[in-house]
């Protein structure tokens, strides 16, 4: 189970404080070239660690925006990755068909819609020939106005037109991203973005909702009083539209932020909540062997450093503070919102920056959390009961689990486990902070 960290951008949206540099047309071959050569780096390195977690064999790339990233240089990635043996392509896509496996079980990349319908179905079926079976669209909204001041670089009618050249090219299996909470946001326009989304049937949906991180520039608005927060009631009123509207589509509510078609629950994500070991690649990443969490700094190797590799440290640089864990923010306890929300959670702490490593000192190993057996049990409750399976009932102490099933904070389910139910879902944070 692997996560790879893009860390580059056309553009900083105004929301997200998810580590990312600016690809400037004229140096991306350098800026691509160094960040390739350090992530293969870091899998011949990491060679152990990634073959541990084999079991479950997924492979996600997230960001930053990986279509940036061209598909020869991910090419490079996959290789090292696999150990010198080439991935599989998709049956659908090999001359043969022979069904072979497939190098991983989930393949997910995340896109923008931007880069689809610049670069056209040629390149999307590139992806799938690199055995990409996964795609993640960072939507947004379908409201030109609310995309301008995110500072998406897509409108509405190019979000359509991706999806389609996504269809059109083959992807099977296509996830939409969306953010509430907006002020300006009305119900109206909420739903006119949820009636498309349900129109064009992905397979599965995440919401999320919007949140200030101090080193976004919706941080910087905040603090200088150009922007107030929308109400918790406003808030509400919008994810209980989304879960409606979505249960009245078909959609199975398997988490807090996500939605799914019977059976297409994201393989990858669901092994977070369930904490599964993963390994996390590029600047950024974390990592969790099951006991012990990690995490990559904040910064591009040197460009001059060809065999340079991103040291283990904290992932936060004083310009762009982590976000904490669990916040009161729907889909925000464990992550930043507005990106895709599948970037592995638990970012801490502040670490190298590109001034501290650029002279070539770069540690092999360092910023890591060992968990004790109560912080792991804590852990487990509160990524549990995000979703709809909960967890077992022997986590909570007698007298707790009766108060709450008592006064409908907590239901059974038909095999004795407990979890949140879906009306109470937008206040997890209150009941997990309430259990422990």
């Known amino acids: 189970m692997v996560y790879l960290h893009v860390p580059f951008c056309r553009s900083f949206c105004t929301y997200c404080d998810f580590y990312s540099e600016i690809a400037c047309r004229d140096r991306d071959a350098q800026l691509f070239d160094s960040f390739t050569d350090a992530v293969c780096e870091e899998i011949s390195r990491r060679r152990d660690e990634i073959e541990a977690t084999r079991d479950l064999n997924t492979l996600y790339i997230g960001g ?30 090999r001359s043969d068909a022979t069904g072979k496996r497939q190098a991983f079980t989930e393949f997910t990349i995340e896109v923008n819609p931007e880069d689809i319908v610049e670069k056209g179905e040629a390149y999307v079926r590139k992806l799938l020939a690199l055995g990409v079976d996964r795609v993640s669209m960072g939507v947004q909204s379908l409201d030109d106005g609310i995309l301008r001041w995110m500072n998406r670089r897509h409108d509405a009618a190019r979000a359509r037109e991706a999806f389609g050249i996504l269809r059109q090219a083959g992807v099977g299996n296509i ?26 049937r992905p397979e599965h949906i995440s919401a999320y909702q919007l949140s200030v991180e101090a080193g976004s520039a ?4 905040a603090r200088e009083g150009r922007f107030t927060e929308a ?27 996500n939605w799914a078609q019977p059976g297409r629950e994201a393989i990858h994500n669901s092994a977070y909540w369930s904490r599964h070991p993963y390994v996390g690649l590029g600047p950024s990443a974390h990592s969790f062997d099951g006991t012990t969490r990690s995490w990559n700094p904040d910064v591009l190797p040197p460009a001059s450093a060809a065999t340079a590799t991103f040291p283990v440290g904290k ?80 986590l ?7 108060e709450m099933l008592a006064d409908g904070r907590l239901v059974r389910l038909p095999d004795g486990r407990l979890r949140i139910p879906e009306d109470h879902w937008f206040v997890s944070d209150d009941i997990i902070a309430d259990l422990l």
């Not at 990986?66 to 049956?91: C, F, N, Y």
């Not at 009123?237 to 509510?253: D, F, K, T, V």
């Not at 909570?396 to 009766?402: D, L, T, V």
């Open 175 to 200: 996830s939409l991203d969306l953010i509430f909470g907006l002020p300006q946001l009305s119900e109206a326009l909420l739903a006119q973005t949820l009636e498309a989304f349900v129109a064009w």
């Open 218 to 221: 919706l941080g910087r608005m």
């Open 315 to 394: 992932s936060a640089s004083a310009d762009r503070p982590a976000p904490g864990l669990c916040e009161g923010k729907v889909g925000k306890g464990f992550m930043a919102a507005g990106g895709s929300g599948d970037i592995p959670p638990f970012s801490i702490g502040r670490g190298p920056t590109q001034s501290d490593v650029s002279g070539g000192s770069w540690p092999l190993r360092g910023g890591e959390e060992v968990l004790s057996e109560e912080e792991a049990r804590e852990e487990t409750i509160m990524l549990g009961l995000r979703t709809a399976r909960g967890i077992p009932e022997d």
């Open 64 to 93: 930053g925006t990986p279509s940036v990233l061209p598909p020869m240089r991910l090419q490079r990635i996959l290789h090292q990755l696999s150990g010198g043996v080439p991935p599989e392509p998709p049956a659908s896509l």
């Open 231 to 257: 109400p918790q009631e406003q808030c509400a009123a919008q994810y209980g539209l989304i879960c409606r509207m979505l249960q009245e589509a078909g959609y199975i509510h398997y988490e807090i932020s």
């Open 396 to 402: 909570i102490p007698e007298g707790k689990a009766a």
